[in-house]
């Protein structure tokens, strides 16, 4: 099939690719998106997550067909080692990153709970990303960073 | 939350204690940080394994045939390719990177494709058709070690029995009001590291470079040597990002490095090699089951008197650690307690179940899951309450261990411990509240304690070494064959240099580890990273902060005893006005040919310990450490939900409170997995059942309780900074203050892991019948 998405802002057309292609392959193998991460192949430990049109979503278990003419972010389209975006930044002061694996699949997460409800708290947090697994920090400091970005866009928008 | 306890106003420090940020954060919340499966190199192949079929028999025949003519395949290679050692692991060689005659488990690989596609090679390895003759298959450790057992390894299926003779049990006996003997035992469980073990092995010249998901670089190089037959210096491991490894990315991902490097070799091409969860659940070696038979003698004041102990574990397939879990099973065989009389037997047996190996705790959390249970027993049958036990009986100063070893030359905080810890939880009134619970939903609160050698102990050599070199630009790398996997390594080790050498930890960056340039440390396990890293980096660093001085001392005319670092600036104590700033000084130092690089060695204290007899000191120093948990258990259901775990550590020194509080907040969900769902399962024919994380269901973010976190600092003599201990005490004993709390709302005791509703349901229908 053709295929077109939109990578982190940028615009991408296939003439010619595998329908059943899955999302997670085109990102890491095709694009060199490898924030994204491969833990399970069957769609329960969550480290495939990006979001497509600011809804999370497993990539492992997702056909690229699905995603034709969407809008599809990753951490990368997030923020970068230059200019890291808010959220990224409450990741490194709440010490939510220990090996990294589940933390781009974690932030996406973050940014869609926030986006959606600026209001959340700390145990709907909690049940949200639930999803994603992480064997590391104990989810705790993960909760602290999200809440903790949600209190800073309530910040800003009460500005 | 989580607090730091100071006990006694100290030496100011400017950057170890303090908060600092994870050096390694900003990679990996940007998504540039690189993990072994996000290389891609040009021209390279994929490599698939093709596992065992059956888990015990000869081969008799290899076909690849019909593997051979799928189209992209490059070359299959078996036993029989492997040009160096054929057996290989320590302390006893007795595992293969490809089989040769006999597979004893069904993870063993008989084989490996190397394809010009990831399909191709997976294609191909399921075209391999392999004849076997069968052999009968002993999955359980006791049957095991009968004599009419099938052998494993020619060498019998007892890998190894270690003794502990202290005092005399039968006097022992003698002097108790009570005797008692339970049984306890526990489960496989697999590390759950998120991120599958990989490989990328590149050909370079004679060299081969290797990008591997390995937890002891230096292991991998030895291992990849060994294989191939060529020497270290042409084996070089670089460790990329970890994606965890709790102790479960050495063996097994030491031969995916090897198996990638010997295809890249019989190739000419880079080989990449990603495991599938499947294939990694399937093959990577878990924590040992144990089974633990206590008969222990006690008196009415709640005094144990003795204690016979016997534990059996299952070893699987392979020995791996299990002689080193085994070892710290044996001299930690009371828990925290002073047993004056000990008769002890521990064994670790070969079966055909998937191999067990090290894992966070190795060999401590089953122990304390014995001994904490059995405190709490013994507390019940004496109507005692379970911290007034532990008092009566745990460690002070000067006392003696099962080794004979006498508890000197740090301060032995377990008592201060506990007696802090209940009086935070509010012990004794939530354990009087909840015991008058009578409604569906019941709560309970238990507490659980321990302490734990620090380091390898006399079960190894142990040392470490780090390289700091200050650049012309006053910037500073450093690296030590100490690696990082998540516990935050590379952060303590630049706080340190940065604390010896006065600059903000902004100057610092830890590049490696290179196993052609980071010194070999040792392996990065038992809890050993950030007492012997900081060490070595510690001395590295004070090398290069000397020499600095001495030239800084002729600068400011005085003698460099005077000279001071601080906050990137250096000075004379006797004129301070007059300062250099640390990047001016160190251009001047290379303007004038000054050495700022220093390689530095750190050595743990010399111990013995005797294995026939079960004397000496297995440890130079031990840390304590102690959890309450409290759960509401709904007895109609059986459900546990654990809602508090108040936790309190003595690690010597903290050097970063904020790495530090997420390492126990991570040992605390695990332990949870650990007590209430985690079991790696295998069926009765020895195929294993829980390949993914659809079936091995480790915690969720839901399931995690409010955590609150106490460090009891009690700087140790032996550490840099007086640091010892943290990662595996931050797992050790979180399982049986939840078990023992549990058994608080219930009135029943799960005495074998994990406790799961069933089990608990069965235990109060039981309880119930039996009124």
């Not at chain 2, 095991?144 to 019998?156: L, Y």
């Not at chain 2, 005791?749 to 089990?759: E, G, I």
Request: net charge neutral.
């Amino acid at each position: 099939m053709k295929l077109t998405i939109f990578v982190n802002s940028k615009k991408y057309e296939f003439e010619e690719i595998d329908p059943n292609m899955r999302l997670v392959d085109l990102l890491r193998d095709k694009l060199g998106i490898t924030s994204v991460k491969i833990g399970c192949e069957n769609g329960t430990c969550g480290v495939c997550t990006v979001l497509v049109d600011g809804v999370p979503v497993r990539s492992c278990i997702t056909p690229v067909s699905k995603v034709n003419g969407k809008k599809i972010l990753t951490v990368e389209g997030l923020g970068t080692p230059e200019n890291p975006h808010p959220l990224q930044k409450f990741f490194i002061e709440y010490d939510a990153v220990q090996c990294g694996f589940c933390t781009p699949a974690m932030i996406l997460y973050g940014y869609y709970i926030v986006k959606k409800n600026p209001d959340v708290t700390k145990e709907e947090i909690k049940k949200m990303i639930s999803p994603v697994l992480c064997r590391c920090t104990g989810y705790i400091p993960i909760i602290e960073a999200i809440k903790a970005y949600a209190d800073f866009v309530k910040r800003r928008r009460e500005k | 939350m989580s607090k730091v306890i100071v006990k006694e106003k100290e030496r100011v420090l400017n950057v170890v204690g303090h908060p600092v940020n994870r050096v390694d954060a900003l990679a990996k919340v940007t998504g540039t940080a690189k993990f072994t499966a996000d290389y891609y190199v040009p021209n390279m192949l994929y490599a698939v394994v093709k596992h065992a079929d059956i888990p015990h028999g000869y081969i008799k025949k290899i076909d690849t045939s019909e593997a051979e003519k799928v189209e992209g395949v490059v070359k299959i290679a078996t036993g029989k390719d492997i040009p160096g050692v054929k057996k290989v692991g320590f302390p006893i060689p007795d595992e293969e990177v490809i089989v040769q005659e006999k597979v004893r488990y069904i993870g063993d690989v008989v084989a490996i494709v190397a394809a010009e596609t990831l399909e191709a090679a997976r294609k191909a390895a399921e075209k391999i058709k392999v004849e076997y003759d069968p052999l009968p298959v002993v999955l359980d450790p006791e049957e095991a070690m009968k004599e009419d057992a099938p052998k494993i390894h020619d060498s019998g299926n007892i890998i190894t029995h270690f003794k502990i003779r202290k005092g005399d049990v039968e006097k022992g006996f003698k002097e108790a009001d009570y005797v008692i003997e339970r049984e306890y035992r526990t489960q496989f469980i697999e590390h759950s590291y998120l991120e599958p073990v990989a490989a990328l092995a590149i050909p370079v010249g004679d060299m081969i470079e290797i990008y591997g998901t390995v937890q002891n670089p230096h292991n991998a190089r030895r291992i990849t040597s060994l294989t191939l037959g060529i020497p270290m210096h042409k084996v070089r491991v670089i460790q990329p990002a970890l994606g965890g490894s709790f102790g479960g990315k050495d063996d097994t991902a030491n031969f995916v490095a090897a198996r990638a490097a010997l295809m890249a070799k019989l190739t000419g091409r880079p080989v990449k090699m990603v495991y599938t969860r499947e294939q990694d659940m399937r093959e990577s070696y878990k924590r040992h089951p144990y089974i633990m038979r206590y008969k222990v003698g006690f008196t009415k004041d709640g005094r144990i008197t003795a204690m016979e102990i016997k534990v059996i574990t299952n070893a699987g397939a392979y020995s791996s650690s299990s002689p080193l879990v085994l070892y710290r099973s044996t001299v930690q065989c009371t828990g925290t307690y002073e047993v004056p009389n000990i008769k002890g037997d521990f064994y670790t047996v070969y079966t055909n179940t998937v191999f067990s190996g090290a894992m966070r705790g190795f060999g401590a959390p089953q122990i304390n899951f014995a001994v904490e249970s059995l405190m709490d027993e013994i507390a019940e049958i004496l109507g005692m309450d379970p911290v007034e036990i532990r008092l009566k009986n745990a460690y002070k100063e000067g006392s003696v261990t099962p080794t004979g070893q006498v508890l000197k030359g740090h301060v032995v905080s377990i008592r201060d411990i506990i007696k802090k810890l209940a009086e935070i939880a509010d012990w004794k009134k939530k354990r009087e509240e909840y015991s008058k619970d009578k409604g569906d939903v019941r709560r309970g609160i238990g507490i659980s304690c321990a302490f734990r050698g620090v380091s390898l102990g006399a079960e190894g050599a142990d040392y470490a070494g780090a390289i700091v070199e200050v650049f012309e630009d006053g910037h500073i790398s450093i690296t030590s064959g100490i690696s990082e996997m998540g516990q935050g390594a590379k952060t303590v080790m630049s706080q340190t240099a940065a604390e010896v050498l006065g600059v903000p930890i902004e100057y610092v960056t830890f590049v490696g580890p290179d196993t052609s340039f980071s010194p070999d440390s040792g392996p990065t396990v038992a809890s050993r990273g950030t007492l012997m890293g900081c060490g070595a980096v510690k001395v590295a660093a004070e090398v290069v902060k000397e020499r600095m001085a001495k030239y800084a001392a002729k600068l400011f005319n005085t003698t460099y005893e005077n000279i001071v670092f601080e906050n990137g600036y250096v000075y004379s104590k006797k004129n301070p006005e007059n300062k250099i700033s640390f990047p001016e000084l160190a251009k001047k130092c290379y303007l004038d040919r000054v050495n700022l690089s220093a390689v530095g060695w750190f050595l743990a204290p010399e111990i013995h310990w005797d294995p026939e007899t079960g004397e000496g000191e297995p440890y130079f120093t031990y840390t304590y450490y102690a959890d309450i948990a409290e759960v509401e258990v709904n007895v109609k259901t059986g459900d546990v939900k654990v809602k508090k775990v108040y936790a309190m550590h003595d690690p010597g020194k903290v050097v970063n409170p904020k790495t530090a509080k997420g390492q126990v907040y991570g040992g605390v969900a695990m332990g949870i997995g650990y007590a209430l769902k985690e079991e790696y399962k295998i069926d009765g024919k020895g195929y294993p059942i829980t390949l993914n994380f659809d079936k091995y269901q480790i915690v969720r973010a839901h399931e995690m309780p409010d955590v609150e976190v106490y460090f009891l600092e009690n700087p140790d003599p032996s550490g840099p900074f007086g640091a010892k201990s943290l990662g595996e005490p931050a797992f050790d004993t979180v399982a049986p203050a939840i078990t023992n709390a549990i058994a608080h709302a219930t009135g029943v005791r799960v005495r074998s892991l994990p406790a799961t509703k069933d089990k608990i349901l069965k235990l109060l229908k039981e309880k119930e019948e039996r009124r």
